[in-house]
Each structure stands twice: as structure tokens, then as C-alpha cells.
T-cell receptor, first 114, second 114 residues
Framework: AQSVTQLDSQVPVFEEAPVELRCNYS??????LFWYVQYPNQGLQLLLK??????LVKGINGFEAEFNKSQTSFHLRKPSVHISDTAEYFCAVNTNFGNEKLTFGTGTRLTIIP | KAGVTQTPRYLIKTRGQQVTLSCSPISGHRSVSWYQQTPGQGLQFLFE???????NKGNFPGRFSGRQFSNSRSEMNVSTLELGDSALYLC?????????????FGPGTRLTVL
């Protein structure tokens, strides 16, 4: 069975500072990995995804993530955050065969401090 | 292109009643998936429909059911409502499914069960 752990439920960061949101997964098979963002009162929006190839994935709004197979991690990073990045961030995993479904982490609420 | 729309946006029901939620996907998308979001359990996958057939299913009781029409619009039904069914219900659409495709989420329907 696949699972996703987001270790930090809340992360406060000063504006223009860097941020890393952590995500670890467990799966016995190959995985596809995703980061989604949910702004207040909205649905989720894809930030980036890892399917194969380069382990460093670049997404929208200046975010990037690195797939680390040995550590089963897919941490999200941004070198300089803005007020507009205030949102909840979800890591998700999908196995590439079998009963496909997106399994989400519990989310990390990113708060930007002016 | 219009995004994913969900109706109604808010619903209040009482225990024992049933409810039907609607989701209209992005034009051309054949996959519609449904998720339940609660503060305690986070985002949980309910099921996915593709070309009018349920393709994948999460771990929810049979009270939760769905269907998809020939125009790809989907409905989700919950019978015999329980207090624990109070949640934000999100649907997402994609071209080919939840394997590798980007999921485009609607704003959700907030269901309150009294």
C-alpha cells in the first residue's frame, strides 16, 4: 500500500526567505509524485510532478522539487517566497499500475510573514 | 477554456437523508475523479470514472456511489447521510486519467450534515 507523510503541518516563513516543504512516501513499486497547492476557498492546482527522468523537477510560480529514491522523498523548495504563496500544499503519490489512485499527504500550511 | 464546475457549492442536510453532487469537467476531459476532504482525514480518493465506467475506487462504504454521463459530467450520491460525511467534496477532471495526467480540480461542494 502506498502512503505519503508530510512531516510539517504548518510552516511560517518570512517574505523573501527560502522554504522547503517535506514529503516522504512509502511504496513497494515505482511511483509518480505530485505537489498540489490549495489557495483559500479554492480547489487544488498542480505545482509540479515527477514521472521519470531528471530527479529535479521545476514547476510553476518558481517552485521545484527533487525526487530522492533512496530516501523516498520528494521535498518542495522555493528560493524566495512571496505573500501570494500563502496556501496549503499537498504532496501526492500514485502507483503506475494496479488500482490507481492519488494518495495525498495531510498537507502543509505555508504562512508568509511580511 | 472553462474550468471544472461543481454544483451546488454548499449543501446542508440532516442525518439519514441522501444527497447528489454534480461535477462538470473541462471540455474534452473524459476522466472525472472524486475526493473527500476533511480536517481529520485530509484528502481521500473516492472513485474515478472514465468514459462512463468506474475505473478505480477508494476505500469508502457502498453508501458512496457515482456515475458518469456520455457528456462526461459526473454525479456523486451519498445515501443515508451520517454526521461524519460532513466534508468538502472535490472533483477533478483530466484527459486520460489519474495515472500521470494533471488533475484539474473544481472549487468543491461543502456538505454539512446536521
Amino acid at each position: 500500500a502506498q502512503s505519503v507523510t508530510q512531516l510539517d503541518s504548518q510552516v511560517p516563513v518570512f517574505e523573501e526567505a527560502p522554504v522547503e516543504l517535506r514529503c516522504n512516501y512509502s511504496s513497494s513499486v515505482s511511483v509518480y509524485l505530485f505537489w498540489y497547492v490549495q489557495y483559500p476557498n479554492q480547489g487544488l492546482q498542480l505545482l509540479l510532478k515527477y514521472l521519470s527522468g531528471s530527479t529535479l523537477v521545476k514547476g510553476i510560480n518558481g517552485f521545484e522539487a527533487e525526487f530522492n529514491k533512496s530516501q523516498t522523498s520528494f521535498h518542495l523548495r522555493k528560493p524566495s517566497v512571496h505573500i501570494s504563496d500563502t496556501a496549503e500544499y499537498f504532496c501526492a503519490v500514485n502507483t503506475n499500475f494496479g488500482n490507481e489512485k492519488l494518495t495525498f499527504g495531510t498537507g502543509t500550511r505555508l504562512t508568509i510573514i511580511p | 477554456k472553462a474550468g471544472v464546475t461543481q454544483t451546488p457549492r454548499y449543501l446542508i442536510k440532516t442525518r439519514g437523508q441522501q444527497v447528489t453532487l454534480s461535477c462538470s469537467p473541462i471540455s474534452g476531459h473524459r476522466s472525472v475523479s472524486w475526493y473527500q476532504q476533511t480536517p481529520g482525514q485530509g484528502l481521500q480518493f473516492l472513485f474515478e470514472y472514465f468514459s462512463e465506467t468506474q475505473r478505480n475506487k477508494g476505500n469508502f462504504p457502498g453508501r458512496f456511489s457515482g456515475r458518469q454521463f456520455s457528456n462526461s459530467r459526473s454525479e456523486m450520491n451519498v445515501s443515508t447521510l451520517e454526521l461524519g460525511d460532513s466534508a468538502l467534496y472535490l472533483c477533478a477532471s483530466s484527459l486520460a486519467g489519474i495515472g500521470t495526467d494533471t488533475q484539474y480540480f473544481g472549487p468543491g461542494t461543502r456538505l454539512t450534515v446536521l
